[in-house]
Nanobody
Framework: VQLQASGGGSVQAGGSLKLSCVAS????????MAWFRQAPGKEREFVAG???????PYSDSVKGRFTITRDMAKITVYLLMDSLKPEDTAVYFC???????????????WGPGTQVTVSS
C-alpha cells in the first residue's frame, strides 16, 4: 500500500489544521493506521492511531485536541488538530500496519511526511 499525507502548513497558536492520508494499492480496511510526528532534533513519536475496529488511542500531549478518523469509502485517514501549540511543530507521518500499537515497529508502510509549523 502507498500512503500520501497532505494538509500541513503554517498556523498561529490556537489555530487548527486537518491532515489527510490517502492510501492506494489496497483498502485501508486491511490495516491499522496511525499518525506519528518528528520535531527537529527529536525522535519520531506516536500521535494517534485508529485500529481496524475503530479504537483510537492518543498520546497524552495531544489528547483532547486532536481527533483521528477514517473514511473507508475514500480510503483516507484524517487527523484534525485543534488548539495547536508551538510544540506541535513537526513533520507528521501517516503509517499503516498489520499490528496495532504506539511503536513505529508495528507499522510496515509509511508515507512521506507533511510539515506542520505553529507560531506563537
Amino acid at each position: 500500500v502507498q500512503l500520501q499525507a497532505s494538509g500541513g502548513g503554517s498556523v498561529q497558536a490556537g489555530g487548527s489544521l486537518k491532515l489527510s492520508c490517502v492510501a492506494s494499492g489496497r483498502s485501508l480496511s486491511y490495516y491499522h493506521m496511525a499518525w506519528f510526528r518528528q520535531a527537529p532534533g527529536k525522535e519520531r513519536e506516536f500521535v494517534a492511531g485508529i485500529s481496524r475496529g475503530g479504537t483510537t488511542p492518543y498520546s497524552d500531549s495531544v489528547k483532547g485536541r486532536f481527533t483521528i478518523t477514517r473514511d473507508m469509502a475514500k480510503i483516507t485517514v484524517y487527523l484534525l488538530m485543534d488548539s495547536l501549540k508551538p510544540e506541535d511543530t513537526a513533520v507528521y507521518f501517516c503509517a499503516a500496519g498489520n499490528n496495532f500499537g504506539t511503536s513505529q515497529a508495528e507499522y510496515q508502510y509509511w508515507g512521506p511526511g507533511t510539515q506542520v509549523t505553529v507560531s506563537s
